[in-house]
């Protein structure tokens, strides 16, 4: 059977898996689905009348049987009553980014931010990071006008002054940090812990157990391979944005790769207790349809194959 892996390079451990070539080794047949390729939702679900978050379109019949994300998108896929698995989660990457304004601009804490423009990548770790800092200074979704920018542009948007603040992440802050002086709002580290992570749809995790072991044995083994070749890592991603008509700095790319956590770990209480949290902030600030229950994603069985791929151990 062909597998579809769906990936881009936000989450870097399987964007770079799709460049080496070792999950073919594993696995035969594989479809990469780039979900950049896959059309853009409408701003306002039909079904529901509340705001898309772009990461519902990773969830259609053009998507993936396993994917790899940031925090938000399997809350999304749960609020939109897709049956979905974790897999697994990285370590924390709270160093990866945070919430800034230009300095000088008078806005100082998240309690500045009412009826500002804030830039966000909605639907993705962001829009938690913005909900959890916002909720902390008693403040909601509907306080703030939020501007769906995408991870690499709001930085340039901001310093334009067409954003009053914006959720940063390297390498594309460090680009702003060396233009201006940026004032941090809020940090990662202390809202969450920001991992990258992996899913899939329930009934491949049922149906293809050996399937899914390949595909972790091959993210454990790439993950290594970064860790040890990060210049050659970075490249992948640079040469992606070349092709696709961007610039990127592979200087800056190896430096963000060498401070990410790689490898993967079952999914913890901890990281299940942030994730009900976002998904409840979620749900009542009028971002999800419905009230969902995380934990009704987690199969037991699954974090043992995690754990025994990271032991170099079969199951």
């Given amino acids: 059977m062909t597998i579809r892996v769906g990936y881009f390079p936000n989450n870097n ?11 073919e080794r594993r696995l035969p047949d594989v479809e990469w689905v780039d979900l950049r390729e896959l059309p853009a939702p409408p701003p306002v679900d039909p079904r529901t009348g509340l705001p898309t978050l772009h990461s519902d379109w990773l969830f259609t019949d053009a998507g993936y049987d396993f994917i790899g994300t940031g925090f938000t998108p399997p809350i999304t896929g749960l609020g939109q009553g897709h049956d979905l698995a974790y897999v697994g989660i990285s370590g924390p990457r709270v160093e990866n980014g945070r919430l800034v304004s230009l300095d000088g601009s008078g806005i100082r804490t998240p309690a500045d931010l009412r009826g500002k423009r804030v830039g966000v990548a909605h639907g993705s770790w962001q829009t938690t990071l913005v909900l959890l800092a916002l909720d902390r200074a008693g403040l909601g979704w509907s306080d703030i006008e939020s501007v769906d920018v995408d991870v690499n542009d709001g930085g340039a948007a901001l310093q334009r002054g067409e954003l009053d603040a914006w959720v940063g992440a390297y390498p594309g802050l460090a680009g702003v940090e060396a233009a ?4 941090t709002l809020v940090d990662t580290a202390g809202l969450f812990s920001h991992p990258s992570l992996w899913f899939v749809r329930r009934d491949f995790a049922e149906n293809h157990r050996p399937e899914l072991e390949a595909i972790v044995a091959a993210l454990q083994e790439s993950d290594a ?6 210049r050659e890592a970075a490249r992948f991603l640079v040469e992606d944005a070349e092709r696709r008509g961007g610039t990127a700095d592979l200087d800056r790319w190896e430096e963000a790769l060498r401070g990410r956590p790689f490898g993967i770990g079952p999914v913890t209480d901890e990281f299940l207790d942030e994730q009900q949290r976002a998904a409840d902030l979620l749900h009542t600030n009028g971002l999800l349809p419905r009230a969902v229950t995380v934990r009704d ?5 699954i974090g ?9 151990t079969p199951v």
């Fill in 13 to 23: 451990s399987l964007f770079v898996l799709r460049h080496t070539g070792l999950l």
């Fill in 180 to 183: 201006s002086r940026v004032h």
């Fill in 225 to 230: 391979w970064i860790v040890a070749n990060p």
């Fill in 297 to 301: 994603a987690v199969l037991p069985w």
């Fill in 304 to 312: 043992e194959v995690v754990t025994a791929s990271r032991a170099g």
